[in-house]
Structure formats: structure tokens, C-alpha cells
């Protein structure tokens, strides 16, 4: 074991006491309420690049949630690199399905049970760990280093994109390495070439003025909530393609070559929907589960609400009812032309009657692509191959890391997957949990892409 | 002046205040944590009845919400009057579009704004009202005469029929007079021919053991909210028609004679929507929108919800999807029958992998139908006239008084509409209200029927 080795494993129960510190923060941004706790975590992160040794650090103002940024640059002739993660988290709700309480984290057979313990406090810590152990025992780094942290990914990142060109300088980069991300398994590491994209919005739809008497309304007047359901029904076809006029005229189609090696890979579509309780795949029509997942745009609805949702019965006709609908995106869609795109389909698809407003929530990313043989793949990959003895597959990831597309626009800087988490982790879901050996395993991994960083030129 | 008038005159100020104090009971008999409340009403009732002067007053238990009794029955040959009311009352939300709290009852421009005020404590105090200025002027009361007050009208009086199945004689009676219901306007009496049913359900939709990630599992499975919205949407055509198998198929279509007297009558449609903010009607294709208020059968939607409702963006699929939907019925339609018509036909739309649960909520009530010529009709057409000034409108009603279908099959006795609600009040949504000219006129009216009933034979 080299000497940084031997740093993270002395102090391998502190570290894991200063996760449990960290998780305990509940920083949850998308509620208002909560801002002071990002700000807390935002804090603690703060004080905890400045004990590992690094150095200028400071928490960035963005107009929204804060950012924390730190550095280390006595390495000349070797390159930057930049290492992104969050530490913000998702709601809880509905918490009275969770196990334990969410921000109490618990440690039962080798996994920490909380809100955020994977996504992403369990991913980022690692990295600040491992430049803790090189600045601790030889007092440098082994390649010049930036830390950047953000406290608004679960809301899409809005106030990123303006920091970011509001400090080219500061970020400007060789690599960027993304600790919010997972591996393929639990020993079978994986690069990603591709994620997708993210746009929200809200429809708020009323038929009256006030709720009324179903007795005395009954039958006289169009329903609110009939009237979303069918707005809502109508976005999709029977075989679940989204039915919004032009949705898919910006997909770029994967080549037959990229789809047959998504085929060779051992996805294990039982394994998969066995984490979550799903008993049968649905999805586009001419696409399996694993091409669904990675490479074709969706229309979900996260939330509908509207009239009574008491025990019993209230014979009610509410005035009002609403949902909320994200859309995963895929390369060349366009956040901004989709959410367009889709509130013209739901003002088209508005009964008479219906008072409709249907508005872009905060959060948009762009889909973002990037090629299996770049420079930062390749070294991820030489890494990645040590730590497992096996060679990563290459892969696609469904989700969004907002600020990959930002970075790209404004640094010219792809993110390179460099994460930890697995699938079955219960991410934005009750019970969520991060996996002790994946902790230890992340900070193993941020020391050896920075010595294996090192010797590339800078 | 009679002097049961004039007791009602010099006791005005009086009445009102007690009427203030039954409203402040918020006795909602939908929410379990209001059960005391709705007790503390009856108490309220029993105590009130008693103080009226009436005798065998006492609390009745059903096993769910309490009933109160109270009779006089010192007039022999006279015939036997039932009055039937009811001190539950509906939910107050969404409690924040209120404009004053809602079981603090304002008087604003002689109107009594709260939960409750019209629905039903302003309708059926008076008729206590009546009785105790009998009693206290002359020491008895025309008629033989029993009030009959509910605590659990607003959840479809589900213990009810067996309690009066147990009750037979305590509660027979030559009429039950409806002190629940309403006239057709300010100057303007109606006796109403029909009523409708009512029967509910509730549908429990789940596609995923637990909450999902919509950038991880976006697209591959049907979405719960997606699901239930197909389902919801597909129960109605495009011009309203109900797309339950069987739905209509009881349902007895009134003679063209009958339509063309509906037409005659004076219905305001603008005002009717206006009352509510309605801009356009809607409604089963083939019918105006009174025959559709008071004549047809309907499906309607009184809440829906899944998923987050929270503020800004949270990227989940959710596991699962909830509706309540209750129907009101016209004869001949069976309330149990229509409901495992609606459950066979949600299960048959439900998609595969969704785990439907669809079920009966209590509170079911047979549509209920009577003659114009039924004596009870004519005594309380005359009172109505000379009250008004005016013959009534014969009219049918899209509202459900449960217990009429109840009273209709144990009692042998139909329910006669006698109560001075209006159209406008708001009931069962914010911003309830009751006209004080409403309450006197009510006080008025019993005493008047009582000396007609007494005119007949017992």
C-alpha cells in the first residue's frame, strides 16, 4: 500500500462518522423551507475541503443555492482536473414509507440507509478524501486539482449556468470528473457516452370559479380533473410514444452498430424492475427496456392532485386540479423547444371550458453526448479497469446531471462519469441507501485517477 | 299576529345567536378526528330540543355518528309529522380559499358565512324553532310531531337504515317533511318530484412496489398517474356519455311530457353558472342542463392525486395512483349494482402491470322518486303558496338526501322537500353562507305546515 493508501484506511471509521454528519444535514432543495439546511451542508462541505488541505475555498453566491469551490494548483506541467458533485438532496416524501427516519442515517448489513447517502453525499465525499490522504502524507497532489460542488442539482441546476460564465477563469479545466453517477455492478465497472437530458412543467387547469355540489353541478360541466386526465391521457399513444406534434423531430437515432452493442450487454431486465417492484416493462413500441432507459426521450408525470384526498367520501366537484410532468431528453432535443412544444399540445388538447395554464418549471438540461474515446475516457478507463480487474462496458445513462450540458456550453468540457453509486440504491425513493464498500471504493478511485491523471501531460 | 309568530319575532335575536353557537361545532362526519365533534352537535340538538319543550328527546347510537329523537305526541285524530334534518357537516378544504375561518360564522349583508350555515344547521333549527313557539304560547302544538336529526348525512348515512329498520315505531309517521333541501328561488317555491342516488368508489392504482427515478426508469414501465389518467379518461366518450358496460341500462327515461315541463320552467342557465364561475356548459350529449342536473345519471371525479405536489420539480415516477369518483344515480339505477358495474370496468381498462384496487366507499343512497299528487306534496304546496304568494314549481333535484331512499324502504314514507336553502350558498365549498331572511322564513314555514297537517286526518 502506498502511503495515501494506508492515510484512507486509518482513517477509514472518521471518514465514515463524517458522512453520517454530513447525511444528517437535510438539504433538501426543492423545498423553500429548507434553504438554510443547503446552506448548512453547503458550509460543512466548505470546512471540510479546508481540513483536507485544499486550498482558496469559499462558498459562491448564485442568486439561488450556493456553490463551494476549492483548489489545489502546485503541479505544473501536469493537468487540471475538476471534480464535480452535489450536495444537495431529494424530497422525502411520502416519508411514512421509509424504514428509518431519512436523515438519521443507520448502517444495516454494510449499507447506509438515508436521504442523500447515495445521491450524492455517499459519491462526492470520497474525492475529498482521497486529496486529503496525498495532501496529508506528502503534502501535494499529484495533479493540479479543483473541487466544485453545487447545492441545486435535484431542481435542474437553474443558477448554474450563469455562475459558470460568471467564473470561466476559476473552472477552466482539463477533465471534469462527475462524482454523482454509478458503476454497472458491483464489480463490473462502465463508462458513460451518453445521458439524457431534463425539461419540466406545470399544468394548472380549473372549470370554475369555486369547488361545488356534485349534486347540484353533477353532469353540467366539464370536470377539472376529467379534463386533465384526458389532456394527460392524449400525450401518449396506446404503445406509450408521446403524442406532441414534432417531439421526436430532433432525435438523433442511435446507428444499427450502437444499438446491437447496447443488445451484447448483459442487461438484466429482472434484476432491473425487481429493485423497484415492477412486474411488467411498457414503453415505446421497437425498443427494448435497456434502449428505453438509456436512449429515447419520455413524458412522465410525477404528481397529480385536484379535489379531495381525505378518507371517505366528499361528493365535491373541485374547481381546480394540477399536475406536473418531466421530460427526459435525448441529443439534439432541445429543453426549451420541447417544454414549448408540449404546453402547445396541452392548450390544443384543452376542452372548452377549461381555463388551462401550463408554464416551464425551473430545471431544464440539455441531452449530452460524448465520445467513447476521448481523453478523459480513456483514463477513467485505465482506472476503472486496475480497480476491477475487468474492463468497463460502455454504456448510457437515463438520467440527467444537469451541469453536464452546462459545463459543455460554457467551459468546453465534457463530464466524465467517475461515481460509485448502483442501481438498486433507491434514489429519489424511500429507503434510499449507499453501499459502505462503494464509499471506501470511491476514495481507492479519486486516488488513482489523480496519479494516473498525472502522468498525462497538462 | 298569532302568538307563535309573535314569540318567533320577539325571540329573533336570540335564535340567531343559537344558531351562531350550532355552527361553531365543526362537526365534519367525513374525518375521523371530528367524530367528537359531530357527537358534541347532537348534544347540542338534544339539549335544544329539550329546551323547546319536546319529549322522550335522546341521543340514538347507530354504531357510527349519533341520530337524536324528539316527539310531542298529545294530539289525538291529528295526523303524525316527522321532520328530518341533519348536524353533520362537510370538509372546509381547501380550507385557505375561504375568506373567514370556516366555523366562525360572520354576518355579512344578512348572510351567515361558515360550513354549515346552510347545509343543513340554518335548514333544520328552525323547525325546532316552530315547534318550541307552539309549545311555549299555548302549551301544545297542532299536530303530533317527531324530529328526526342525523349526524353522518354528508358520508351517504351508512349506519342508518339498520337503525331505523331497529326503530320502526319509535319513527312511524303519516309524512316525513325534508328540513335538508331547498327552494327554487327568493320569491319563489318549489315541491320536488325527484332526487337523485348517489354511490361512490375508490380506485387504488399502483404500478412499482416503491418510488422511482424517473432518469433511471423514465420510460420503461407505465407510470402510475399515466395509468390511472388512461383509465379515468376512457369513462367518459368525447360528449359525455358514462362508458361503463350496463350504466344506463336501468336507468327510467322521463316521458316527453315530462321533458317538455322541465323546458317551461324558468331555468336561468347563466345564473346557475355564474353562481360557481362555470363559463360553458358540458354535459351528456342529448340534454339540456337542467335535465342533466336533475334527470340523468353521472360519473364524477372528486379527487385525484399521486405522486409530488410540492413545489418546483421532483423527478419521480411515483408507485402508485389514487380517485375517488361518486355517481348520482336516477331511478330506476341500484346503487351497489352501478358500483361493481364502474369496479368491472376500471379493472377491464386497467393496462397490464398495474395492480388495481377498485372498491365501494360507504354512503350510498337509492335515487328516490314521488308523485306531484302525493298528499304530503299538496299540504306542502298550499303552506308554499300562501307563504310566497305563488304556486310552486314542480321541480326534481340533482342533490341526494340519503336517507329519502331509506325512509322510502322501511318506512313506507316518502321524503317532502321543506327547507328554504338557495341555489347560491355555496354548499360543500368555501365560502358556504345562509340567508338570515332564509332562517325566519324557514321558522315561518313549519309553523304554518304544522297547523295545515293538522286540518287532515290523522
Known sequence: MTAWQNYLAENKERFLAELMDFIKIPSISSLPDHAPDVRRAAEWVKAR???????????????????VYGQWLHAPDRPTVMVYGHFDVQPVDPVELWTSPPFEPVIKDGKIYA??????????????????????????????????????????????????????????????????????????????????GLCGLQIDLSTAASDSHSGSYGGTFINPIQALTNIISALHDDEGRIQVDGFYDDVVDLTEDQRRRITELPFDQEDYFS???????????????????????????????????????????????????????VADQDPADIVQKIIKQVQRLAPPGADVKAYPLKGAAVPFNMAEEHPGNLAAGKVLTALYGKEPYVVRMGGTVPVSGILLENLGKPLINFAFGLNDEHVHAPDEFFRVSSFDRGQQAYGMIFEELATRQG
Chains 1, 2 share one sequence.
Open 49 to 67: 475541503l479546508e481540513a483536507a488541505g485544499m486550498e482558496e475555498v469559499s462558498i459562491g453566491e448564485t442568486g439561488g443555492h450556493p456553490v
Open 275 to 329: 429493485q423497484i417492484g415492477v412486474k411488467e416493462a411498457f414503453g415505446e413500441a421497437g425498443y427494448s427496456t435497456c434502449e428505453r432507459a438509456w436512449t429515447r426521450p419520455t413524458l412522465e408525470i410525477n404528481g397529480i392532485w385536484g379535489g379531495f384526498q381525505g378518507e371517505g367520501v366528499k361528493t365535491v366537484i373541485p374547481a381546480e386540479a394540477h399536475a406536473k410532468i418531466t421530460c427526459r431528453l
Open 115 to 196: 436521504r442523500g447517502a447515495a445521491d450524492d453525499k455517499g459519491n462526492m465525499l470520497p474525492s475529498i478524501l482521497a486529496a486529503e490522504a496525498f495532501l496529508k502524507t506528502s503534502g501535494e497532489l499529484p495533479v493540479n486539482l479543483k473541487f466544485f460542488f453545487e447545492g441545486q442539482e435535484e431542481i435542474g441546476s437553474p443558477d448554474l449556468p450563469d455562475y459558470i460564465v460568471a467564473h470561466k477563469d476559476m473552472l477552466a479545466c482539463d477533465f471534469v470528473l462527475s462524482a454523482d453517477g454509478s458503476q454497472w455492478g458491483e464489480d463490473q465497472p462502465a463508462l458513460v457516452v451518453s445521458r439524457r
